[in-house]
């Protein structure tokens, strides 16, 4: 099946500082992307529609200026926490479809963001 | 985007058949319905996806009735390694041609197998 890679896959940082995640095609391109963000024993949240060359969809109560996503092409999309906090501290996750329909998504493996 | 409600959880044995089912009672004429499973620390892991009748692949069998307002995902012979947390998506794939919606998780359902 088609894959799709993340990275990293855990980070810590400090806060106020900015990190930034990575989701890659590695077989397929992608014309559209998807970041998830999941709290401990919670569901999966989505947080945003990525759209290579144009800009993000946010989904109502993600900050757009918080949570920056960068789809520069179709297999690359960067999602970037600026000025992190401890709440920001979460397990976030990218999907991407090979197919332009969108049918099935493949999942990256996820990165655990801790904030101190 | 349709709402999904499933059990919470789910314990069963090893060597035995597994039924999950899914209600989407508002489930529209575009949307397919989509199993994902999820281990602790990683992304969800597709399974199947069907949008009427019966459809199986290798590892499980989708059963959806003619009204599509429910769905049964079947894992046939669970092991301990089935443990995990599943869920039922349903969505506009965009085969009408508006483009895709990103996927809305319900709960899921927490699948415990025993020894």
């Known amino acids: 099946g088609a894959v799709v890679s993340q990275h990293p896959s855990w980070v810590i940082c400090k806060s106020g500082t900015s990190v930034k995640i990575e989701c890659r095609s590695l077989d397929f391109q992608a014309t559209t992307m998807f970041w998830y963000r999941q709290f401990p024993k919670q569901s999966l949240m989505l947080m945003a529609t990525s759209n290579e060359g144009s800009k993000a969809t946010y989904e109502q109560g993600v900050e757009k200026d918080k949570f920056l996503i960068n789809h520069a092409s179709l297999t690359l999309s960067t999602l970037t926490v600026t000025s992190a906090h401890p709440e920001d501290s979460s397990f976030y996750i990218c999907s991407a479809s090979p197919s332009a329909t969108n049918e099935k998504l493949f999942f990256g493996s996820g990165t655990q963001l801790s904030v101190l | 985007l349709a709402k999904t409600t499933q059990p919470i959880s789910m314990d069963s044995y090893e060597g035995q058949e597994v039924n999950i089912t899914c209600s989407h009672n508002n489930i529209a004429t575009n949307d397919y319905i989509t199993w994902y499973q999820q281990f602790p620390s990683q992304g969800p892991r597709f399974i199947i996806q069907?949008?009427?009748t019966k459809v199986t692949n290798e590892v499980a069998s989708l059963f959806i009735p003619a009204d599509r307002k429910s769905s049964t995902l079947s894992l046939p012979r669970v092991s301990l390694s089935d443990t995990a947390v599943y869920y039922c998506l349903v969505g506009d794939t965009g085969y009408s041609g508006g483009g895709a919606d990103g996927l809305t998780f319900g709960k899921g359902t927490h699948l415990i197998i025993q020894p």
């Open positions: 069907g949008y009427k």
